[in-house]
Nanobody
Framework: VQLQASGGGLVQLGGSLRLSCAAS????????MGWYRQAPGKQRELVAA???????NYADSVKGRFTISRGNAKNTVYLQMNSLKPEDTAVYYC???????????WGQGTQVTVSS
């Protein structure tokens, strides 16, 4: 399984970005796709996740500003980020794991920088 992420960049305070991640290979039907982020000097943290049947979960810090969704083919996940803040600056990583947790894959990171 390979994950290809895209969509990061530099944006001003209050701006928006949309991250995309496409999974290829033998993808198990029951899975969770999500976005994590890691800021300098901090641990990687969950931003948002969505299960194969559409249930979502968000970090408290992004609720109401970020929206995670799946593409029609279910092998693509998007993260719409609105009202961005400088504290959202981080490297964002796409993740795919099986529901039972036995398989876990990471995409390459994409940098998101929010300037004030």
């Amino acid at each position: 399984v390979q994950l290809q992420a895209s969509g990061g960049g530099l944006v001003q305070l209050g701006g928006s970005l949309r991250l995309s991640c496409a999974a290829s290979g033998s993808i198990f039907s029951l899975n969770v796709m999500g976005w994590y982020r890691q800021a300098p000097g901090k641990q990687r943290e969950l931003v948002a996740a969505i299960t194969s049947d559409g249930n979502t979960n968000y970090a408290d810090s992004v609720k109401g500003r970020f929206t995670i969704s799946r593409g029609n083919a279910k092998n693509t996940v998007y993260l719409q980020m609105n009202s961005l803040k400088p504290e959202d600056t981080a490297v964002y990583y796409c993740n795919l794991r099986s529901i039972n947790g036995w398989s876990n894959y990471w995409g390459q990171g994409t940098q998101v920088t929010v300037s004030s």
